[in-house]
Nanobody, 118 residues
């Protein structure tokens, strides 16, 4: 059974840092492109950062230079290091594992709350 479990959310002051982790089980991690999304009430879920199986990364413009996505295939874990946090980064952050093509899958974690106070 595939599970994605996020951890590391919490409350931080503006300018501070938080690190999120997403641990994967079920044997899919090495086949998956991994992403972090975030969502605030009343808005669509937004792609924040992504990392391919090969390690290529991309970020939404609003977090470039502040957030870093990385993965450890040996630990089946993807990370999101968030620095210089702003109140507008407040959201529920979700981990996503996806593979396109013949062996398609698309899995989500349960989400972790990140709150940045001003």
């Amino acid at each position: 059974q595939v599970q994605l479990v996020e951890s590391g959310g919490g409350l931080v002051q503006a300018g501070g840092s938080l690190g999120l982790s997403c641990s994967s089980s079920g044997g899919i991690f090495s086949f998956a492109d991994m992403s972090w999304y975030r969502q605030v009430p009343g808005k669509q879920r937004e792609l924040v950062a992504a990392i391919t199986r090969g390690g290529n990364t991309n970020y939404v413009d609003s977090v470039k230079g502040r957030f870093t996505i990385s993965r450890d295939n040996a630990k089946n874990t993807v990370y999101l290091q968030m620095n210089s946090l702003k109140p507008e980064d407040t959201a529920v952050y979700y981990c996503n594992a996806k593979r396109t093509g013949v062996l398609y899958f698309d899995y989500w974690g349960q989400g972790t709350q990140v709150t940045v106070s001003s």
